[in-house]
């Protein structure tokens, strides 16, 4: 059985989806959980579920892609608990399929800001920590389509893409330290983010899910469980992996 005990466990992106199901796994294996994202009613209601099965957290409303809500959540954790021992770097958001040619400047913006300097920015300002700790985990929500391309939505594949850079890069500035970064890469999972793609273009959902070779969506927990390997010392030996929690695509 995974434990957890004695840990405290940073996830952003934490307010629902797969961030939501991996700060309720994390605590049922027993860390102390602070949930960041920029809904904190959704926020406040995971540590609700939590505090209900008798763990504990608290939650911080924080945009990872400003370095000073960034600073503001790192300094919290340490003044409440003094410590930090695993962050999942979750938050993260989606690109309307649409033609290269039809993309804007502000749509390019919004996906790297979240997906790759709110990655680096939660990355620098959490290695001090984990460092103060003594060493920890660290697992970064890539996809696979930073695995492979993605017709209509390139500007997400690159931000996935360069969460997977991040994440070798780092494994490697810290392997001697202590620190392990890892990165988890989901296949279509049911999400609230899911929904919202499957609402814009139902036809190219549809067909993403008939050529997947499981013949089904992924569920938040099961990219959890994942996670919770990865953030576990049953991982002990495991740095710079990407692991693909998607049902096979990526081994097509």
Request: glycine share 12%.
């Amino acid at each position: 059985m995974t434990t957890l005990s004695g840990k405290v466990a940073l996830i952003t992106g934490g307010t629902s989806g797969i961030g939501k199901a991996t700060a309720i796994a994390l605590a049922q294996a027993g860390a102390k959980v602070v949930v960041a994202g920029r809904r904190q009613i959704e926020g406040e209601e995971t540590i609700r579920q939590i505090q209900a099965m008798g763990g504990e957290g608290f939650a911080v409303s924080a945009d990872v892609s400003k370095e000073a809500d960034v600073q503001m959540l790192i300094e919290k954790i340490m003044t409440h608990y003094g410590r930090l021992d695993i962050a999942f770097n979750n938050a993260g958001v989606e690109q309307d399929p649409t033609p290269l040619t039809e993309q804007t400047e502000a749509t390019y913006d919004r996906i790297m800001d979240i997906n790759v300097k709110g990655v680096w920015l939660s990355l620098k300002h959490e290695i001090p920590a984990l460092l103060k700790s003594g060493g920890g985990a660290i697992v970064n929500t890539s996809s696979v389509l930073g695995l492979v391309g993605g017709a209509m939505v390139p500007i997400y594949t690159a931000s996935k893409h360069a969460v997977e850079g991040l994440t070798k890069s780092l494994a490697l500035e810290y392997a001697k330290q202590g620190i392990r970064v890892n990165a988890v890469s989901p296949g279509p999972i049911q999400t609230e983010m899911f929904d919202r793609l499957s609402q814009a273009n139902p036809e190219a959902i549809e067909q993403l899910i008939a050529g997947q070779p499981m013949g089904r969506m992924g569920t938040p927990e099961e990219v959890a469980n994942a996670v919770l390997w990865l953030c576990s010392d049953a991982s002990s030996f495991v740095t710079g992996q990407s692991i693909a929690v998607d049902g096979g695509i990526v081994a097509q």
